[in-house]
């Protein structure tokens, strides 16, 4: 059985090993961290992601531990509603859902999938050396592991792919977001809607995602690198976003200081290439995404489900991941670049921009909703 070494247990690598897992690769994940760690913040899988999982046999355990969005509301920062889409209706038109999940669900129903025997932690990269049928992965830990085919799945900061591509930092888009989940009983944006509120260099997003849990994030315009200021995140949060919303700092309030996660958002223009001989990146080290779209995950997914296809229908694994490379390479590209311009809309703090770029959200609800269909439609 050939055997395929994957250097990363987030969602793109987790996804890829149980790809290849079920076309008959043996796979070992290799994860710098101690554990799966629980990653407190959630995440929005639209219908490309769910289809995928679902053909991975693993969107069953998914999708029960999450929570289905039906409606879309863009709001003020004050809360009005500028326009409500119905995903519930786009769901059942495409075959299948969008769904809210924490993150910690998500890896752990992957990890299972994949076999936790097949994840190793505590297990750093720090190279590979290629060959001809193959490529080894060299370890901080002093192990060497080969195998017939090495993928990059390490994330937006990859060592694979900076010795793949050469080192070039992300780069950074203008602002910060702060995640938290809450434990909120009575919920102001109930299960099946999700919410985002737009205002001047900030925007704000609350999402239910099962279990009485809302996840929420906040963006900012501020200088890269910034860390919690003395009275930490949560104090700082409640600080900017007073007078906004209020259903918005009743959720960080539910939410302990410590768990609220606080990064720089970044990607990095897309490129061409992604594969030298045996060795392939995947996920965010190959295509790293803003989240604006909430197509990161998702297309990561993608990319696992067509790594593993690509392989199975090529007569060599060179040609396999060539072919992998050259079919992933527009849909990524476009994402990250639409992604992109979309947070730059988000993040104006002009006020004029702000009061036309609110109105022509309104105008366009219906147009916003085919375009959506564009991008979720897609079934690889
Ligand atoms: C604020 C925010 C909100 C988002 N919201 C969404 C959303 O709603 N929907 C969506 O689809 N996407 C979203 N995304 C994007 C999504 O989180 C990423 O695209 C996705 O997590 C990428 O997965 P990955 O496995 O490629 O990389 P990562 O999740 O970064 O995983 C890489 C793994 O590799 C490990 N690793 C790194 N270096 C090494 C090494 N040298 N050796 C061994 N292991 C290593 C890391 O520890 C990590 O576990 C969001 C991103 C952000 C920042």
Redesign the pocket.
Known sequence: MPRAVI????????TAALALKREGWDVSV????SEL?EVG??????TN?VKVLRKLGVGGAIEAAAAPIRTSELRSWRGKVLVRTDFGALGDKLGAPTIGVHRADLQAALADAVGRENVQFG????GYTPDDKGASALFAEGDVVRGQILVG???????VRNQLLGPEPPRYAGYT?W?GVGLIERPEVPVGVTVLAMGRGSQIGMLPIGGGRTYW?ATANVPPGGAAGPDGHKAELLKRFADWWPAFPAAVEATPDAAILR?D?CDRPPVRKWVAGRVAL????AH??T?NL???????IESAHVLAQSLKRADTADAGLLAYEQSRFDRTAQITNESWQLGKVFAYENPLKCWFRDRMFGLLGGLSVRHTEKIVGVEV
Do not use: K
């Open positions: 250097v990363g247990a987030g969602i793109g690598g987790l290799f994860e710098r961290a760690r913040a959630g995440i929005t899988l639209w992601a297990m750093t990269c720090v799945a390490d994330g937006i900061r990859s060592l977001a995640r994030f990064n958002i995947l996920g965010d080290a790293p995404t989240p909430g197509q990161g995950a998702c297309q990561a």
